[in-house]
């Protein structure tokens, strides 16, 4: 019995062995681990062309410095690198971080975003940029990058080239021997891992700090889902539109002849039998029922008026049609968005519906005005109150999420006995 269980348990050790050797042997031709390997190179080639462009400039600074010069002109010297400095600092930040970013996505297929820039004219930009983190983060990575670029990029060089190495100048080395290729191919199974290392450390450092925070990357998902949103609703009233449209153009005119036809044949038959002309009589009526059956529903779709002639037109016919007495006032010199006309005439509409079901009052009063890019919307009656945005039933509550649907709000008080206002301010694009 133990033979046995030994037996078994060095056949899971050799099987074992042998997958982690053949992971190993795997890694090095695998395409992760070239791409990894691609990457810390290029990054090395990099950060060299940059410590040398830096050394030079130093250089010349120094050159300045210690060169023949009164001291006036030292401090003129110190005072003009002081001013100028942050402007091409400040440039060649953007072009390395540019380069960066198109190393990350050609070679590793990693997209580092792009911050936001700062706003403004020059040189207000430019002092803006510097105060923004942004800036700051994408200096950090530049400082950080000598060590992951240099120091990262020597180690998988050395790690790949050591067999090489090794075959090539095999007295070159202090180690000789079967120790030196044990060595050699000890670093060479080790490069695949040591290059994805490498690339992941430096991956993590780019999103962190090249890369929006993310405070900025909430900003910019909300800003995504606000033109997101905006354009649906934006889309959702032009199909509105559309129908009202096609409904205006095709059934409702073929209801009108029909209508009309009936009309003649229940004028013009009058020695038909009786049953006849009272079925004609019938489908007349009910021609005309659905007509302005059909004629409400496009109004509730979207006026037609509202298009052609603007709010101010729209909302006097709905208040020419009102059941009790209302007071219109409208103060808007230019006219808003297509939506946003579209919410406020749905408001008046289903404000003055609700004070003719439910509100038992006498007048009402309606207020449009636009201040600055708001547009404001006052609806008062004068009836029993106890109106509630929340109600089931009143159609406040879908006013409220048409209003929320643009940046809007609405707001309801209505305490008990009246009188209720409702109003609502929109942003006028």
Partial sequence: ??????????????????????????ALWAARSWRATLHALTGLMIEVVTAVLLLLWLGDIVTLIDGPGSDQGNAAFYVVVAVIAPVPLLWWLGVLSAVQRVRFRTVLGVEIPQPPQAAGRWPWRLARAWGTAAAWRQLGYHLLAPVTGLVGGVLVAVCWSAPFVVATYPGALPVAGPRLAVLAAGLLLAAPWVARGVARADEIAARALLGP????????????????????????????????????????????????????????????????????????????????????????????VLNDRGLDAALSGIVARAAIPVRLRIEVATRCGPSIEAIAYFTVSEALTNIARHARATRAEITVERAGDRLRVVVTDDGCGGASPGGDGSGLRGLAQRAAAVDGALSVHSPAGGPTTITVELPCE
């Fill in 213 to 304: 925070s993310p405070a900025q990357e909430l900003a910019q998902r909300v800003d995504t889902l606000a033109r997101s949103r905006a354009e649906i609703v934006a889309a959702a009233d032009a199909e509105r539109r559309r129908i009202e449209r096609d409904l205006h153009d095709g059934a409702q005119q073929q209801l009108v002849s029909l209508a009309l036809n009936l009309g003649m044949a229940r004028a013009a038959l009058g020695d038909v039998p009786q049953a006849a002309r009272r079925a004609i009589e019938a489908a007349h009526e009910d021609a005309i029922e659905a007509l302005a059956g059909l004629r409400e529903l496009v109004r509730g779709l979207h006026p037609a």
């Fill in 1 to 26: 019995m133990s033979g046995g269980a030994g037996g078994v348990y060095c056949d899971d050790v050799r099987s074992r062995a042998l997958a982690a050797g053949g992971a190993a042997l795997g």
